[in-house]
């Protein structure tokens, strides 16, 4: 008979969407851009480049790119052991890259500057999406209450500061 693995007890609970329903709206606005950009993102890596779908998806994931950058520099709290600096943690220096490579590799696109463009675009992708994403789900942030199964759904005590 064969024994299964443990499966660590953070993603072993359910994941609590009322967390997400707890949470004010500039929150939930940020989350559905980030998960709708990265979807996206994945799509344009993959599709044929220089196409006209490619063009008019890379605008919406400009758009959504956008929405995430600009709501997240409404959304900071002070999350335990996490240094901040003015209400802005270290998260926050991926808003700061992409506020900047954003709009560098759209004027590298229409440049037709291909390789600059590319490689903005999956920096991009990759810092303020990817890797920002991953740090989301670190302890104290809504995300990791939402896979560990930890239940704020009052919106008070635990999402006050992003609203502000």
Known sequence: ??????????FAREIVLE???????LV???LTA????IGLGLVQLIAPKGTVPHRTLGWTWVGLVAVVVLSS????RAVPGMPALLGFSP????????????????????????????SLMTAVFAGALIIAGLF?????RLLYDMFAGQRHVDGQTTYAAWSR
């Open 136 to 140: 989301s789900v670190s302890p104290g």
């Open 19 to 25: 967390t997400l329903a707890g949470a004010p709206l």
């Open 73 to 76: 520099l409404f959304m900071h």
């Open 91 to 118: 998260i926050h220096l991926f808003t700061v890259a992409a506020a900047v490579g954003l709009p560098l590799g759209v004027l590298a696109a229409r440049r037709k500057d291909v390789l600059t463009h590319r």
């Open 34 to 37: 980030a998960v709708l950009a």
């Open 28 to 30: 939930k606005v940020h």
């Open 1 to 10: 008979m064969r024994v299964p693995k443990r499966v660590p007890e953070v």
